[in-house]
């Protein structure tokens, strides 16, 4: 074996292999989130009216953003240095400091919050006792978000599917029995998500035994400064994505009114949640080992190459599909009330493919830390994508909402293959792109002769998908190195 050979299985096939038997046990919990997406469309599209599918989109948009704002980067944080902080025994203090951090962000929002409650009304067309429920829900979910990080962090993906199932099951049944009984419109999903929230907030804490690690001492002043060196840039990138995906849904309102804003909302929860849940399988299990194979000194440009030829393999067959069957997924899985929510299913579902794809170009970034340089490509594209959405969504409607969002998305995702850290660019893997692409070829020849046959679309879905696989697998006749 020569060295060379050596290197290789070092630094590239025994990670990916130890990734993807993590895949495999968090697939069950994306999965799962897949299929209750999924079904919470046609469960609260035939509960609510557009009207209050709007006005709960815009509900979740608003508590994204104060996440994004207060409490998702303290979580992100939470994942990035515990391994550097386990290296060197400084557990306890270390999330003794991201819970006091965490707690003081919150409690700036809830000043700023009661502040500027009447600017936050108008400014987001939301009503009062809307923007109450989401200042209650921010709590569990910030402290879930926290929680979930550790545990990526600890490397347990078998806790992390249990309590990611068990939360999406609870979520349904709690909202749909609220919306069943009490007729509160949109307060009701808020409530049910709440009350299962705050259930799995405790299951986690005993998950991450982090009872067990926390002390409250004194914050570390240096721990402070570089969660905040790191995870500030990210709430400000985020925010610009947010601007990018989720402003579109406040435009439309202030334009069109809060029906339209619901068929964006429907549109949005059919791509977005659904695409990126199973798109993050592989990230979810890679970069926790991504980030220890780089404390560790190893080289980690050779196994993220290889896991941007899996996303491709499973990403572009899926979009493709929502592309071609756009019509027909919208009379599928919503009510006929939101039909014309299909013009958007094509630009979201390869908006959600360009998006997912940066968290393999951006990884460079948050290994290197220098989160800024990742901040600063995401606000030029969150400022165009804004601009772009209040200019198209004016003269084009719906049709502009799509443009607009996948325009900035594709500019986003350019710009992180362009703006490169060195010794930590993306690699790309040429042949494996190109293998998957010529498969296509066949499905889409079938696909043309299938369209407008006898069979049901679910049944031509499923033809299509298996017959892609199929071929990958015929064609790939060097399968060890495939998995090596």
């Known amino acids: 074996m020569t060295n060379e050979v050596r290197k290789h299985i070092k630094e590239v096939a025994i990670p990916i292999r130890d990734i993807l038997k993590d895949m495999l046990k968090y697939a069950p919990s994306k999965l799962f989130g897949l299929l209750g997406n999924a079904i919470i469309i046609p469960i609260y599209t035939n509960l609510l009216s557009p009207s209050q599918y709007g006005a709960y989109a815009i509900a979740l948009a608003v508590l994204s953003f104060l996440c994004i704002l207060f409490s998702d980067w303290v979580g992100l944080s939470g994942l990035r240095f515990f391994r550097q902080n386990q290296l060197t025994d400084k557990i306890p203090n270390y999330l003794s400091t991201l819970f006091v951090i965490l707690g003081s962000n919150l409690f700036v929002m809830y000043i700023l919050a009661f502040l500027f409650r009447n600017k936050f009304y108008s400014y987001f067309s939301i009503q009062p006792k809307i923007f109450l429920f989401i200042l209650v829900l921010i709590i569990p979910v910030a402290l879930r978000a926290l929680l979930f990080q550790v545990l990526r962090a600890q490397i347990k993906p078998g806790a992390f599917t249990i309590s990611t199932i068990t939360n999406q099951i609870l979520t349904i049944v709690i909202s749909v029995f609220i919306l069943k009984f009490f007729n509160l419109g949109a307060v009701s999903i808020l409530i049910g998500m709440a009350i299962s929230i705050s259930i799995i907030d405790i299951v986690l804490i005993f998950q991450s035994d982090i009872l067990k690690y926390i002390k409250f001492n004194m914050p570390n002043l240096d721990m402070i400064k570089s969660i905040f060196w790191y995870g500030v840039p990210l709430a400000i990138a985020s925010i610009s994505l ?89 009379t599928l899985f919503a009510n006929s009330k939101y039909q014309n929510a299909y013009i958007l299913l094509p630009y979201f579902a390869f908006s959600a493919f360009f998006l997912s794809f940066t968290d393999y170009t951006t990884m460079q970034y948050h290994l290197a830390n220098k989160t800024y340089v990742l901040t600063i490509l995401k606000v030029v594209s969150g400022i165009i994508g804004l601009v772009l959405n209040i200019i198209l969504i004016q003269k084009l409607g719906l049709l502009g909402v799509g443009v607009a969002t996948l325009i900035a998305n594709i500019l986003y995702f350019l710009l992180t293959v362009c703006i490169v850290i060195p010794g930590l660019e993306w690699e790309i893997p040429y042949k494996r792109i190109f293998h998957n692409l010529l498969c296509l070829i066949p499905p889409v020849i079938l696909w043309y002769f299938m369209k407008d046959s006898f069979l049901y679309v679910g049944a031509q879905i499923m033809i299509l998908l298996l017959f892609y696989y199929w071929l990958f697998y015929l064609t790939n006749n060097r399968r060890k190195n495939f998995l090596d």
């Open 242 to 330: 947010w601007m990018i995906n989720q402003s579109n849904k406040f435009i439309t309102s202030h334009h069109y009114g809060l029906k339209e804003a619901g068929l964006v909302g429907v549109a949005y929860n059919m791509t977005f949640p659904i695409l990126m849940t199973l798109f993050a399988i592989i990230t979810i299990a890679a970069f926790p080992r991504v980030i220890n194979l780089y404390e560790d000194k190893i080289n980690v440009k050779g196994v993220i190459s290889r896991l941007t030829a899996y996303y491709v393999l499973v990403s572009i067959p899926l979009v493709l599909v929502i592309c071609a069957y756009a019509p027909d997924l919208i």
